[in-house]
């Protein structure tokens, strides 16, 4: 906790960015304020982890691109970052293996500005590896007091989509929801609190999920975007200038980017259902 009583929270957020839009950034905002107004919280920090091109999503331009498009969207933000670690990863990696990577790395921070005295940082260190309940770069860590929050931010579709079926583990929605928490911004046309109470497990956590209403309520979408530069139609004022100067100057989103990985399974989809689905 805070001294004035609020506890630290990180906002992590996972997705394509394909491309990134002015309405992913809104969210970051939306959400930190009503964090804030609660008198609860205090958001230090809001990340943008970008999937790797494992995910093999229809239209996925490559990573690098991605990142690069968010790095330039965030150049004027003081509190968001851009992390690259999912991006790279050769392979598609899970949501909630994401998200522990990113408490792990939180951890660390503290523990590098916590302690100044090389032994009992060591000593610290080594009972951080021990208490993990696996073992592997995707063990669960422990969950410190003085780590601030880490909660995945995402719209309403996200709970939505924990329905359907092989695309998300059951015991990952629950860790992701019951460990850590969301912070979910709504959408027309979704309804996150139906989502809520039609899920026996979201339900079961729905304390550690805050729905954050959006009164200026505006549809843009990255498919939307895609369509319309493929088109020859403007987008301008729908993405900061500087990702659509990005997208001119290297020619994206096109009719031939958008048939990349259309005859290609769904990352998701492909090892869940598989023969080692229960690994």
Known sequence: MEPQGRTKVVLLACGSFNPITNIHLRMF????????DTGQYIVVKGIISAVGDGYKKKGLIEASHRVEMAKLAIDTSDWIKVDTWESQQPEWVETAKVIRHH????????????????????????????????????????????VPQLKLLCGADVLESFSV???????DIAEIVGRY???????????????IHQSDVLWKHRKNIHVVREWVTNEISATHVRRALRRGQTVRYL?????????????????????????????????????????
Not at 29 to 36: H, K, S, V
Not at 165 to 171: D, S, V
Request: charged content about 30%.
């Open 239 to 279: 993405l900061p200038d500087a990702v659509l100067s990005y997208i001119q100057q290297h020619g994206l989103y096109s009719a031939e980017s958008e048939q990349k990985n259309a005859e290609v399974i769904l990352a998701p989809l492909q090892r869940y259902t598989g023969p080692s689905s229960s690994s």
């Open 29 to 36: 905002e939306l959400a930190r304020d009503y964090l804030e």
């Open 181 to 195: 928490g969301l912070v979910c911004i709504t959408r027309t046309g979704c309804d996150a609190h139906r989502f």
């Open 165 to 171: 079926p092989n695309l998300w583990k059951p015991e």
């Open 103 to 146: 408490y792990k790395e939180l951890v660390s921070e503290e523990l590098n500005i916590d302690e100044v005295d090389t032994v009992k940082y060591t000593k610290r260190r080594k009972i951080e590896e021990t208490d993990s309940t696996s073992e592997g770069l995707f063990s669960y860590p422990k969950m410190r007091d003085n």
